[in-house]
T-cell receptor, first 115, second 111 residues
Framework: EAGVVQSPRYKIIEKKQPVAFWCNPI?????LYWYLQNLGQGPELLIR????????DSQLPKDRFSAERLKGVDSTLKIQPAELGDSAVYLC?????????????FGPGTRLTVL | DAKTTQPNSMESNEEEPVHLPCNHS???????IHWYRQLPSQGPEYVIH???SNVNNRMASLAIAEDRKSSTLILHRATLRDAAVYYC????????????FGDGTTLTVKP
């Protein structure tokens, strides 16, 4: 079974440029997460989707970050414009559901460098 | 959200058991205890989870204190491939999906 797929794996942009990350979750997984991970720290949740609906986006900086999950499958996370402080690894994860027993499966992440 | 506390780092010798502790004194009755680990340049991967009883799988064992305020991940024979950051997180049923990762424990395995 294919795991969570993310692209690109690496992205280098200049500040004020836009950037987008794509995630394809495991087939059949209803719940999709986007996390941000700074160097030496644990992942921080940005947004969680249940099917097409964003049910927890309280930590998403909405002035510059946006996300969508069309048809409840693939998802895109966008930053516009990017700032130096956005340099981090962006992780996508999926799970069957959001119950306490549901395991999250993570992709390899996209490492963003903003110059 | 209930938080977890883990030591920043631990060391182990290869082939020896490793006990990784986690404190979660504000755990609620419906919180599941999950452990994930993250190898360098990879996303976190699931290790094990439990609610009240101790759990075993092919990767590790999870020992949960009777009052559930702490737990211990046990790697029975550490290998060099077990060197990673280990995260202990809580997943709740009523507000399931909120997995607050701390900074985890960095495990170093010495040959």
């Amino acid at each position: 079974e294919a795991g969570v797929v993310q692209s690109p794996r690496y992205k280098i942009i200049e500040k004020k440029q836009p950037v987008a990350f794509w995630c394809n979750p495991i087939s059949g997984h209803n719940t999709l997460y986007w996390y941000l991970q700074n160097l030496g720290q644990g992942p921080e949740l940005l947004i969680r989707y249940e099917n097409e609906e964003a049910v927890d986006d309280s930590q998403l900086p909405k002035d510059r970050f946006s996300a969508e999950r069309l048809k409840g499958v693939d998802s895109t996370l966008k930053i516009q414009p990017a700032e130096l402080g956005d340099s981090a690894v962006y992780l996508c994860a999926s799970s069957l559901g959001s119950w306490g027993t549901d395991t999250q499966y993570f992709g390899p992440g996209t490492r963003l460098t903003v110059l | 959200d209930a938080k977890t506390t883990q030591p920043n780092s631990m060391e182990s010798n290869e082939e020896e058991p490793v006990h990784l502790p986690c404190n979660h004194s504000t755990i609620s009755g419906t919180d599941y205890i999950h452990w994930y680990r993250q190898l360098p340049s990879q996303g976190p991967e699931y290790v094990i989870h439990g609610l009240t009883s101790n759990v075993n799988n092919r990767m590790a064992s999870l020992a949960i204190a009777e009052d559930r305020k702490s737990s211990t991940l046990i790697l029975h024979r550490a290998t060099l491939r077990d060197a990673a950051v280990y995260y202990c997180i809580l997943r709740d049923i009523p507000n399931a999906g909120k997995s607050t990762f701390g900074d985890g424990t960095t495990l170093t395995v010495k040959p």
